[in-house]
């Protein structure tokens, strides 16, 4: 499947690397190696499947093989189909316009105001509904993607911002604590329950 938002690609594949990832359900995405290696985890396991490939020869090859783009297939167990999508599209795009580093202390308390000069990036992580964009924290964190891993915790400490402990236990999904464990947790952090 292609990832939301794709564009169709243009350019010539001859000579090109490409990266397939695979998701936990087995659907593939296909990108550029460029956009793939944002993803520190991707990067260790090419650079560690390059070192493998090393000592082997192209022996009984033809040289029209050697012209053809260069294809790595990479395993992304822990990221179902829908999510690795959206990780894709966030991949492709950081690749040709890359997301400027969120200064702090944040520039205001919304996506809108703190994302104003990037629009894609605001609207990419604005749109997404709140249980995909914990999948993404998840996805970018095992994935290693930082500029990810940071736009969607962003979008996750705006919502937090002015809610009280309740509203938060409720947005996260968080159990109900035991009266016990309440009186404690108001022990250590009373700040929390203000």
Request: hydrophobic share 35%; charged share 30%; aromatic share 6%.
């Amino acid at each position: 499947p292609k990832s939301p938002g794709d564009a169709g690609d243009t350019g010539s594949s001859m000579g090109r690397k490409i990266v397939r990832l695979r998701s936990a359900e087995g659907d593939t995405y296909e990108l550029p190696y460029e956009a793939a290696v944002i993803s520190i985890l991707v990067k260790n396991t090419i650079d560690v499947e390059d070192s493998d490939d090393d000592g082997d020869t192209n022996d009984g090859e033809d040289a029209e093989n050697d012209a053809s783009e260069e294809m790595y297939e990479i395993d992304i167990p822990k990221v179902g189909t829908n999510c690795l999508a959206h990780v894709v599209k966030f991949l492709r795009h950081h690749a040709t316009e890359p997301m400027h580093e969120l200064q702090t202390p944040l520039n205001g308390t919304d996506i809108d105001t703190i994302l104003a000069s990037q629009p894609w990036y605001r609207n990419y992580i604005s749109d997404m509904d709140r249980p995909m964009v914990f999948r993404l924290v998840q996805a970018a964190n095992y994935m290693e993607i930082q500029p990810l891993l940071d736009i969607a915790c962003l979008r996750v400490s705006t919502e937090l911002v002015g809610k009280s402990a309740e509203e938060i236990r409720i947005i996260l999904n968080l159990p109900k604590m035991t009266p016990e464990e309440e009186e404690e947790a108001r022990k250590k952090h009373p700040w929390i329950f203000e």
